[in-house]
């Protein structure tokens, strides 16, 4: 499934331990994720709450202890990622193993997994950011979608 993603505003807030930043999709068509959730959820509202984790592995191994389901992504996503990036296979393994996605920028790296959709559509998004990555793993939205 191809998605639209047409403006994002930011909604910044300050923590304790550094700024939160929450992407605000600006629907501007009809057919673009946001504008389907508002539509079939009578409005708008909250679709996605990501959490920060200084150690991805480690929090899929206690998500999954403790029965939450993850999103399964598509086999060949890891072997295009094996393809097109130089990650050694131990490396693209754990992450097939854990259903995590991957993206980098520079020498700053993104990995984030996503919960099975819960009820009314919503569901979290676990993200660890190495380095100074700035992105929302956007390239992996596709992926997202189509699993």
């Known amino acids: 499934m191809s998605e639209t993603f047409t403006r994002k505003n ?5 923590i304790s331990s ?3 930043r929450s992407p605000a999709e600006a629907a501007q068509s009809r057919s673009t994720l946001a504008a389907r959730f ?3 959820f009578f409005g708008s509202g909250v679709q996605q709450v990501a959490l920060a984790t200084n150690d991805i592995f480690t929090t899929v191994a206690r998500l999954g202890a403790n029965g939450v389901e993850l999103l ?3 086999k060949n996503y890891y072997d295009d990622l094996e393809a097109s990036t130089d990650l050694a296979n131990d490396k693209i393994n754990r992450l ?3 259903n995590i996605l991957y993206d980098r920028e520079g020498g700053a790296e993104f990995r984030h997994v996503y919960t099975r959709t ?3 559509g919503f569901f979290f998004e ?3 950011r190495s380095g100074p990555y700035g992105g929302f793993g956007a390239v992996n939205a596709p992926i997202r979608l189509a699993a």
């Not at 930011?10 to 300050?14: A, K, N, P, V």
């Open 10 to 14: 930011w909604l910044i807030t300050g």
């Open 18 to 20: 550094g700024i939160g």
């Open 38 to 40: 508002m539509d079939d």
């Open 72 to 74: 399964p992504i598509p």
């Open 96 to 98: 097939r193993a854990g």
């Open 118 to 120: 819960l009820a009314g």
């Open 126 to 128: 676990i993200v660890e």
